[in-house]
């Protein structure tokens, strides 16, 4: 297994565009998480599923951004109407069960022009 | 609502000295875990440590430790013999056991490694 993955690792994209992430999370790992992380910060949780059930939804996730997990395996995160203001990293993470560690994907660097 | 802090957004250390990064915490739960993460510059945040709130042994991971104070909600953590290896951005993290696992994160201390 070769961790998780998330394609693409650089998005540049003009205002008013929709745009797609992907995250392919280690295989066995049934819980996935997003987050946001803005230069020189820590990463803000977004979003949470547990198999293909999207069980938690921060208040950072306006309505123009929706992620889904078909089948419980990969995860997927759009944002429409891209503002600058989504310009960040996206990060995805997935864990098998409980508290436990988080293995993280390299992000996918969305800039917004 | 849980928060994290970090108090120092730089710290630098001389190769194979020891330095101490500190965190401190605030929340109501009881049941909760610790963890500090490693974010190299450009590559892929890594756990480094973790710490249940139910244990009061302090965990230890090879040069890594931490020191864990439940009632003044602090959980710093300290590199022993540092190396270059260890430069990078390093985040406290704090996950409720109520919680899906959820991670709420500090702002990150820049650790620099010198010669």
């Known amino acids: 297994d070769t961790g998780v993955s998330q394609n693409p690792r650089h998005k540049i994209t003009k205002r008013g565009q929709n745009v797609t992430f992907r995250c392919d999370p280690i295989?066995?790992?049934?819980?996935l998480y997003w987050y946001r992380q803005t230069l020189g910060q820590g990463p803000e949780f977004l979003t949470y599923?547990?198999?293909?059930?999207?069980?938690?939804k921060s208040r950072l996730l306006s309505d123009r951004f929706s992620a889904e997990r078909p089948k419980g395996s990969f995860s997927t995160l759009e944002i429409q109407r891209t503002e600058q203001g989504d310009s960040a990293m996206y990060l995805c993470?997935?864990?098998?069960?409980?508290?436990?560690?988080?293995?993280f994907g390299p992000g996918t660097r969305l800039t917004v022009l | 609502a849980q928060t994290v802090t970090q108090s120092q957004p730089e710290m630098s250390v001389q190769e194979a000295e020891t330095v101490t990064l500190s965190c401190t915490y605030d929340?109501?739960?009881?049941?909760?875990?610790l963890f500090w993460y490693k974010q190299p510059p450009s590559r892929q945040m890594i756990l480094v440590i973790r710490?249940?709130?139910?244990?009061?042994q302090n965990a230890t991971e090879n040069r890594f430790s931490v020191n864990f104070q439940k009632a003044a909600k602090s959980f710093s953590l300290k590199i022993s013999d540092s190396q270059l290896g260890d430069a990078a951005m390093y985040f406290c993290?704090?996950?409720?056991?109520?919680?899906?696992?959820?991670?709420?994160f500090g702002q990150g201390t820049i650790l620099t490694v010198h010669p």
């Open positions: 993470a997935s864990t098998g069960s409980g508290p436990g560690e988080q293995f």
């Open positions: 295989s066995e790992h049934n819980r």
């Open positions: 599923f547990q198999n293909e059930a999207q069980l938690e």
């Open positions: 929340t109501s739960e009881s049941d909760y875990y």
């Open positions: 710490q249940e709130a139910y244990k009061q």
């Open positions: 993290a704090y996950s409720a056991g109520t919680s899906y696992g959820k991670l709420t």
